[in-house]
């Protein structure tokens, strides 16, 4: 079996999802999707096609690994050029399973486990009273989540540090002052009251604080005994995410901003944070997230996938989730889209009682419904072209 074609489209969700699909002469095509590369990645997955037309779509490591080092020039270590990479490797896994009529999870090793749990990314809002936090969280547990993610920035919900009086002063400093502070202490307390014991909660703050803040925040939310509090500093100084770590017991989790497994082996082996979150259909793929969740094991820190993908892109990183030990939780972004369950031809909802369930279909196990996802179309991007 040779590839003959390798197309791209792309559609408008949580970001721009692109997808990209991989033919063979054998009439067996893979589809793949990958996240937060832009317009970028979808110019690289072309410029790279002609290098996969007439290879052995079977040889998915390799191909990938081939392609990254012809590319460390151009920056083959992170960012879309390995998003690019990503949205081809997932490509090939679900053609290699469908051609062995297998599913992808029995390729990576076999399953640990036959469902994977799975949290909801949930909107709450400055401002909102404890019933209105009430009602988004009820909104979640009714469907069957266990847990639940909330961003406690302001900066996440887009407003103009102007339209809130006693926000940051300056737009660049990273200080969170003592309104904004107070503020995102007593917005987690109630997320976490309206949630009860049993949920686990976990709070985003998207690289928005400086260290001494990130601190204080960290150690006023101990009491709530959260699941975890998100990306407290910027990604790329472990020592100062170390720092924070080892000054609180509220965990510590990070890693959406990281690629490939040299970009967490530093995070990992200076056990900087308490639970890492790859972001798989972004920073490497099927292959190169398993790897990252072995090396996390090997210091006893769990693997909680980001995921802001369709549920192709969720499936996917799924049947990874199912064959790492150390899982602990998979992210769902999608909670008010109304085309979640449409988009994918099986249509239905993939996500039930807060679980996905891993079948015996062949490949990722789900295809893309072209005429719901083309209704969906990103702007200025071409269709399976
Ligand atoms: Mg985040």
Do not use: M
């Given at each position: 079996m040779k590839i003959t074609t390798v197309k791209t489209a792309a559609t408008a969700g949580h970001c721009m999802h692109i997808w990209v699909r991989i033919e063979t002469d054998a009439g067996i095509t893979g589809l793949g999707e990958c996240v937060h590369g832009g317009h970028a990645a979808i110019a690289l997955i072309h410029e790279f096609a002609p290098r996969l037309v007439?290879?052995?779509?079977?040889?998915v490591d390799a191909i990938f690994e081939e392609l990254r080092r012809s590319l460390v020039f151009e920056g083959?270590?992170?960012g879309a050029l390995i998003t690019a990479l990503t949205g081809i490797e997932i490509a090939l896994w679900d053609l290699k399973g469908k051609a062995l009529e297998v599913p992808v999870y029995e390729l990576l090793?076999?399953?640990?486990?036959?469902k994977v749990r799975v949290y909801a990314d949930c909107q709450v809002e400055p401002g909102m009273n404890f019933d209105e936090i009430r009602r988004v969280v009820d909104d979640v547990l009714v469907r069957g989540f266990t847990a639940l993610k909330v961003d406690l920035d302001i900066h996440a919900y887009g407003?103009?540090?102007?339209?809130?009086?006693?926000?940051?002063?300056?737009?660049?400093?990273q200080t969170a002052g003592a309104w904004e502070h107070d503020r995102m202490v007593k917005l987690a307390g109630m997320v976490k009251a309206a949630a009860g014991k049993e949920v686990d909660v976990a709070c985003d703050v998207?690289?928005?604080?400086d260290v001494p803040s990130a601190i204080r925040l960290a150690r006023d939310l101990?009491?709530?005994?959260?699941m975890w509090l998100e990306e407290?500093?910027?990604?790329?100084?472990i020592d100062a995410m170390r720092e924070i770590k080892r000054s609180t017991t509220t965990p510590i989790c990070a890693g959406e901003n990281l690629y490939l497994r040299q970009g967490f082996r530093e995070l990992i082996e200076k056990q900087a944070v308490d639970i890492i979150m790859p972001d798989i259909p972004k920073c490497g793929g099927l292959s190169e997230c398993r790897k990252i969740a072995n090396l996390a094991e090997i210091y006893y820190i769990p693997f909680a996938p980001h995921n802001v993908a369709s549920p192709i892109g969720t499936m996917a990183s799924a049947h990874v989730c199912a064959t790492v030990p150390n899982f602990l939780v998979l992210e769902f972004h999608?909670?008010?889209?109304?085309?979640w369950s449409t988009i994918?031809?099986?249509?239905?909802?993939?996500?039930v009682d807060g679980h996905i369930a891993l079948d015996d279909?062949?490949?990722?196990?789900l295809d893309l419904d072209e005429a719901v996802a083309r209704a969906h179309q990103y702007p200025g991007t071409t269709w399976f072209e």
């Open positions: 007439g290879r052995d779509p079977f040889a083959g270590f992170a090793g076999g399953k640990f486990r036959d407003h103009a540090q102007s339209e809130v009086a006693g926000f940051h002063k300056d737009r660049f400093n998207h690289t928005r604080l101990e009491p709530l005994n959260l407290p500093v910027p990604p790329e100084n999608w909670l008010h889209r109304d085309f994918v031809t099986q249509q239905r909802d993939i996500i279909s062949p490949g990722i196990g």
